[in-house]
């Protein structure tokens, strides 16, 4: 009977209030979820922001998170994408230890992998690029050898195909914003969550 | 100007307005701008002797009345001490507010004196909590915390306010209108096909069953259920906190379910075709081993929370929404049935075991609890309010007090919060003033709160409280003797005597160590005017039967041994 554990992604819109991302994390481990990634920001609707968040588990799991991120106050709306024709993204940032004779091989490997060289010193390039977790691994398969100094990833992000997306209803969000000490300050910056 | 208000003036004003009239508190340095401000307005203020008390108040006028229940408290060690009630209401979907005092808005954060992080400790046991440090988000808030506690599945909101927000002044803006929580759906409904299935399945059963638990009181559904039941022939069982939700005295009420139900209720479940589970959340006292659970059920779940569907127990339909809407709803596709052989079949396991009538027995010359507690429902005439505490007591009030009405027993269930009794009692009371209320409580837990008799005293109520006294933790102490050879490693309990330590408090203490005494101590309490506390010595080493031992299958329960004078039988003598 036990059902098959899985990749699920979720897209969660939140209101963009301080502590949400807290209530959300929370949320995952106290019902005993691990949470694989997590990636948030703002979105088209100003007053929410969009949370990506993959975790391992079974279908049942998947329907009962997300009963349970309903249950939270600041959840917009919940969808479990795994199963909808999607694009999964995600970028990464990797500085390479390069020498002059290995530049010429890490820069070809970059364009095979249609990567960008975004930064390059005497001893070391910084390559970014965006796709599969899947592409991600093998360009840092490939890379191992000439020696990774630091590797950043984002986490998935995810967005529905065609015209329906998974977004809210501006009118929806209350008119009382955040006020005091928590307002942003930087609107580049999220303090949001 | 004349509308100008302080937040600590707006914190009573709007608990004014959302028709709060009684809240259990404590002051401190960061309350101490609302508790200035309370003495203008019309409200009753309980003051309690520990923090916990006062959130165990507010549950219990909760339980009693279906209102939120409020309680304040200072910053700090006042809003920790707060944790164990919180914890407690939210395990049985009790509706309770609590405002908390913080520590000025620009000094959060550099550990000031009483400062403590409480929304970050309360986040995992509340519905919602807010740190509130602007004035004008203090009546915004009150109005959403009462909102949000009492709809969908009742909940607990902490609203912490920081002592900057109490002093500051603004124009008081009351908007009385629907709360805007674009996240907040507490108003599900299922949809036609799902009913259409939930009925079929009904009227297709032979062997049906009607699990109701608390969400039938929470609703009020007790009509819906007495009408569907009836119509069909179901037979009811109720889980604890269910009790009261179907009249005990109910030809189709088998009674309660789960670790310490009565063998044929667990039977019966084993046996059903059908489970019907209404506004309850299958808990693992409840379904013991979910592996052989209800083996030859479909299951029908209705329940408010969609996460609680196939949590512990898979479900064939679910049905989410308010139970009574529910019903309602579904009632009419609901045919008739008389399901006789299943009945028939019920009370045949029923008769072999129903030893539940103790009355009749003998004196043996030993007092047990079961007859402590039937004799107080036989005075009582089943009609008080009971609040219990947690451990052996608590079972023998469920198995031998019959409760007809709802929201007549108030107990802990999901947390199991020793000390429960006492405070939520006192809140149960305040809520309703003409309610007989009555305190079970076992030697134990009493103490763990027992300063609230000082509450009683300062608020002149008049609760009476029977001490199960058995001179043990007894229901751990049943635990070690059933699993742990005996061995009673920290469970013999040695107590005041509570009969003095009433009238120290300026209530009447009694104590009452034989069976023939019962009944005029009980009769006296009642009579009397203030608070009675009796001290009933009972018989030391006494067992709750039956049992089903944690996580075993639900039909394999450890049965009344007959040699065993663990209740009198009609030879012991
Ligand atoms: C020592 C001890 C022994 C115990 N032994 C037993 C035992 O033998 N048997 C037993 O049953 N329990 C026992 N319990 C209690 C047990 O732990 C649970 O607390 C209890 O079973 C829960 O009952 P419930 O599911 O009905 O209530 P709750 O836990 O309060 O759940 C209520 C359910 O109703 C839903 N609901 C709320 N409002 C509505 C609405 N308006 N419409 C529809 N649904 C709604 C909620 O979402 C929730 O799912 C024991 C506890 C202790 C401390
Ligand atoms: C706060 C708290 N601590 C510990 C427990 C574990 N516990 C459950 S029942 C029980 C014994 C209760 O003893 P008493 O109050 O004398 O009641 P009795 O079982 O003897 O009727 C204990 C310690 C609990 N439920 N709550
Ligand atoms: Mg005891």
Redesign the pocket.
């Known amino acids: 009977m036990a059902e098959q554990l899985q990749r699920h992604t979720f897209v969660v819109y939140v209101e963009d209030k301080p502590g949400v991302l807290n209530r959300v994390a929370s949320l995952f481990r106290r019902r005993g979820f691990n949470i694989e990634s997590l990636a948030v920001g703002h979105t088209e609707t100003p007053g929410a922001s969009r949370m990506t968040i993959v975790v391992l588990t079974d279908a049942g799991g998947a329907r009962r998170l997300e009963a349970n991120l309903y249950k939270l106050v600041n959840v917009l709306r919940v969808q479990d994408v795994t199963e909808v024709p999607a694009i999964f993204r995600e970028l990464a940032m990797i500085k390479v230890a390069t020498t002059r004779e290995t530049r010429t091989d890490v820069m070809q490997l970059v364009d095979v992998f249609r990567a960008r060289a975004v930064d390059v010193a005497p001893e070391s390039v910084v390559i970014e690029t965006t796709g599969t977790e899947d592409k991600i691994d093998g360009l840092l398969e490939v890379l191992r050898p000439y020696g990774l100094l630091e590797v950043v990833r984002t986490g998935r992000v995810a967005m529905v195909r065609g015209p329906r997306g998974v977004v809210v209803d501006p009118a929806d969000l209350p008119a009382r914003g955040p006020r005091g000490a928590a307002a942003p300050e930087d609107p580049e910056v999220s303090h949001s969550v | 100007m004349a509308s100008m208000r302080t937040g600590a003036q707006i914190i009573w004003e709007a608990l004014v307005r959302e028709g709060v009239t009684t809240v259990f508190g404590y002051p401190g340095g960061a309350i101490l701008p609302a508790y200035d401000a309370l003495l203008d307005y019309p409200i009753r203020h309980v003051l309690v002797r520990h923090e916990q008390g006062a959130t165990h108040m507010a549950d219990g006028y909760a339980r009693a009345s279906g209102q939120v229940g409020v309680a304040v408290a200072t910053s700090g060690p006042g809003a920790t001490n707060m944790v164990?009630g919180i914890a407690t209401a939210m395990l049985d979907s009790s509706p309770i507010v609590c405002i908390t005092g913080q520590v000025g808005s620009r000094v959060i954060g550099t550990d000031a004196f009483q400062e403590t992080d409480v929304t970050g400790v309360t986040l995992p046991i509340t519905k919602h909590n807010y740190l509130v440090s602007h004035v004008d988000d203090v009546a915004p808030t009150i109005h959403e915390a009462l909102y949000i506690a009492r709809s969908g599945r009742p909940g607990q909101v902490l609203i912490d306010i920081t002592k900057d927000a109490q002093q500051a002044s603004t124009e008081l803006q009351w908007d009385p209108g629907d709360v805007k929580l674009p996240g907040y759906r507490p108003d599900l409904r299922a949809s036609d096909t799902e009913y259409s299935r939930a009925a079929d399945l009904i009227n297709g059963s032979k062997r049906p069953l009607i699990l109701a638990g608390h969400g039938v009181l929470l609703s009020g559904a007790m009509a819906q259920v007495r009408e569907l039941a009836e119509r069909a022939n179901i037979p009811v069982a109720m889980t604890l906190l269910g009790i009261g939700g179907f009249p005990a005295l109910h030809p189709l009420n088998l009674g309660m379910m789960g670790m310490h139900g009565e063998a044929w209720v667990n039977q019966a479940i084993q046996e059903a075709d059908l489970l019907l589970a209404l506004g309850m959340r299958f808990d693992d006292r409840v379904t013991g081993n979910t592996k052989t659970y209800a083996p030859n059920a479909r299951k029908v779940h209705i329940d408010i929370d969609p996460s609680e569907f196939n949590k512990n127990v898979k479900v064939d339909v679910a049905l989410a929404g308010d139970l009574a809407s529910v019903l309602d709803d579904l009632a009419p596709r609901v045919t008739a049935g008389d399901r006789k052989g299943w009945l028939d079949a019920i009370r045949d396991m029923k008769g072999e075991v129903a030893v539940r009538d103790i009355q009749n027995l003998p004196d043996s010359g030993h007092l047990y609890?079961a007859h402590v507690i039937n004799d107080i429902w036989r005075l009582t005439g089943g009609k008080a309010v009971i609040v219990t505490?947690?451990?052996?007591?608590?079972m023998?009030e469920a198995q031998y007090y019959h409760h007809d009405e709802p929201r007549s027993l108030i107990t802990s269930g999901g947390?199991?919060?020793?000390?429960f009794a006492l405070p939520a009692a006192i809140g149960a009371k305040l809520a309703r003033p003409d309610a007989e209320v009555w305190v079970v409580?076992?030697?134990?837990?009493?103490?763990?709160t027992m300063a609230e008799l000082a509450t009683i005293a300062q608020e002149k109520i008049k609760i009476n409280v029977a001490i199960?006294?058995?001179g043990?933790?007894?229901?751990?102490?049943?635990w070690q003797e059933f699993f742990y050879e005996r061995r009673y490693a920290a469970?013999p309990?040695l107590s005041p005597d509570f009969a003095k330590l009433a009238e120290c408090f300026g209530l009447t203490g009694l104590r009452i160590d034989r069976r023939q005494d019962v009944v005029p101590g009980v009769e006296k309490a009642r009579a009397a005017e203030g608070s009675v506390v009796i001290d009933f010595r009972v018989e030391q080493e006494d067992t709750v039967y039956p049992m089903v031992p944690a996580g075993a299958d639900l039909h394999k329960m450890i049965r009344r041994p007959s040699s065993a004078p663990i209740v009198e039988t009609a030879d012991d003598e």
């Open positions: 164990t609890a505490d947690v451990g052996q007591h608590q023998w947390l199991g919060t020793m000390g409580a076992g030697d134990g837990g009493f103490q763990m199960i006294n058995n043990y933790l007894g229901m751990v102490r049943q469970t309990l």
